[in-house]
């Protein structure tokens, strides 16, 4: 899509609040205040997917998450054991995913798949393992972006162990990159600006789904710092971008988390997988952590517990269907990987005993929250299954139980956003899912 000339878009994500959470800002924000004063807020139901990815995916491609081929951070690519993390060199897009005018300069700043491109001033969100974290390599000559990080620790361990200084540094790093996002509005010029912030996702994740509402915190003087610093920094974004559009929302949210659930140990319980064991294991993981560690040898960017998938998860001579990516269940078909077990002529009949089997014994614990996606003719980068599950964790490590509501985090994420309309855009109709805010701002910017 092409902007009308000299047209400016500003989009601010707060991902990890839902609307509720939103609005509470304002008894701290007088710019949240202003903002949701005489504007229309929405929900944003990205079911299945409770991770960004997906969403970000759909919002800035105005296409479905299953025509991407974007069901989560990763994909498997040669068989169910070689997972591969997504970036949108991966997607299946025709021409640019970001609206903007040719030769105009957009600046992306946190915002996941995205890769450093012509035209394009980008700041890492961590997520994707390459040693970069700033783009052009010309902005590291300024101390600024020179000290750049996109996240504040190198493991959700660490953050769970040292909570207050976890707490602390979260807001610290944000504030690092507002101060970036705030010096290359100014400079100038740029057509779109996309700013993602990560703080309230991280915080939710350490503090609860309600920290905002948590006032006897003994880290709630540093927070009622940082959202004072974070009131004054997005009034002074938004008077220096002087946009023509305004648009905010939230890819998803937080909410209390029930359980934890393993998708894996489910369907080797159904006797569709078999798991490698911890020994076939652990060889190749250490040498994928000591490649990843060197990658990012020169900034740190990524995360390698958190980004190198294991290797030999499963058997895959004996595994029918598994999840390498969390809330994805692909069949093992032999016209799709290598080692796959599932010939066409049976594709059918054992996609039908996967989903009845995993129907059967989620909906038994989660009743209503279970949200089922299937398509066995979904294309061969989609999963035929997808599961999500409000209040739910997913997660795949090897030889927990598969449902386990004892040992669980505080919150997990949920596959609902929220939408703001600030200006520029007519009121929306019906309700909202992600490929609707590609739809409303290529109108709106036409």
Known sequence: MTLR??????????????????????????????????????????????????????????????????????????????????????????????????????????MPLLKPKPGRLWLSDGSLPMPLSVSPPELLSDPLFARYKPRPYSSSALASVVTEQSVVQCMRIEQERIACALH?????????????????????????????????????????????????????????????????????????????????????????????????????????????????AAQAVIDPLALVSPASLFDPSRTIAGSPVAGAVYLNRSDRFAEGTVAAGDLDREFQEVKEYLGRELNREFGGRLFMWSEVDAGRRCPELMIYVDGVELHDLQGSAPIDRRNRPRSTHRAQGFICLASGCDRWQGAVKPPDIYTVLTGALR
């Not at 989009?11 to 903002?35: T, Y």
């Open 5 to 110: 000339k000299n047209l400016r878009l500003l989009v601010l994500s707060f991902d990890g609040l839902s609307g509720e959470s939103f609005r509470s800002l304002s008894r701290h924000m007088s710019w949240v205040r202003q903002l949701i004063e005489g504007t229309e807020m929405k929900v944003l139901d990205g079911r299945p997917h409770a991770c960004p990815q997906p969403v970000w995916a759909q919002a800035l491609s105005g296409r479905s998450w299953c025509e991407l081929g974007c069901a989560g951070y990763a994909a498997p690519r040669a068989s169910l054991n070689d997972v591969q993390i997504l970036s949108e060199d991966d997607l299946r897009l025709d021409g640019a995913i970001l609206p903007g005018q040719a030769g105009g300069t957009i600046l992306t700043i946190n």
């Open 184 to 296: 290359l509005i100014e400079r100038g010029p740029w057509q779109s600006c996309f700013l993602r912030l990560s703080v309230f996702d991280l915080l939710s994740h350490m503090l609860g789904p309600d920290f905002l509402l948590a006032e006897k915190l003994s880290v709630w003087p540093d927070i009622e710092d940082f959202l004072g610093f974070l009131d004054r920094a997005l009034i002074e974004i938004c008077t220096r971008a002087d946009a023509d559009l305004l648009f905010v929302l939230s890819s998803f949210s937080h909410t209390a988390c029930e359980a934890r659930l393993n998708l894996n140990e489910l369907l080797a319980c159904g006797g569709f997988c078999r798991l490698a064991s911890r020994e076939t294991q652990i060889g190749p993981v250490i040498e994928r952590r000591k490649a990843a560690i060197q990658a990012g």
